[in-house]
Nanobody, 124 residues
Framework: QVQLVESGGGLVQAGGSLRLSCAASERTFGSYAMGWFRQAPGKEREFVAAVRRFGGRTAYADSVKGRFTISRDNAKNTLFLQMNSLKPEDTAVYYC?????????????????WGKGTLVTVSS
């Protein structure tokens, strides 16, 4: 079973940047497609970004396209999310997710493992 631990969340002003990291326990990290999802208070969990097993192709939610960048370092078993030009509506708990079945997980249905999340708060 893969354990995922997110870090890098915090409080930032609108327009600022944060970089989230997700450390995976498995040396087989490279065999999983990875994604970031988020859940704001009172809302359902939503897709943010995804990347294929060996990098390359990525996918983004329209709301973050051009501002967020997903990347991975398979040698270090780590997933990243660089978030720039943050907005108050980006405030949410951000979850790292791993999929063994989906090539590019853009929905919760394709996720096999979840992290516990890290809180990002963007003040106006």
């Amino acid at each position: 079973q893969v354990q995922l631990v997110e870090s890098g969340g915090g409080l930032v002003q609108a327009g600022g940047s944060l970089r989230l990291s997700c450390a995976a326990s498995e040396r087989t990290f490279g065999s999983y497609a990875m994604g970031w999802f988020r859940q704001a208070p009172g809302k359902e969990r939503e897709f943010v970004a995804a990347v294929r097993r060996f990098g390359g192709r990525t996918a983004y939610a329209d709301s973050v396209k051009g501002r967020f960048t997903i990347s991975r370092d398979n040698a270090k078993n780590t997933l990243f999310l660089q978030m720039n030009s943050l907005k108050p509506e980006d405030t949410a708990v951000y979850y790292c997710a791993a999929s063994h079945t989906s090539a590019l997980p853009t929905t919760s249905r394709g996720i096999d493992y979840w992290g516990k999340g890290t809180l990002v708060t963007v003040s106006s």
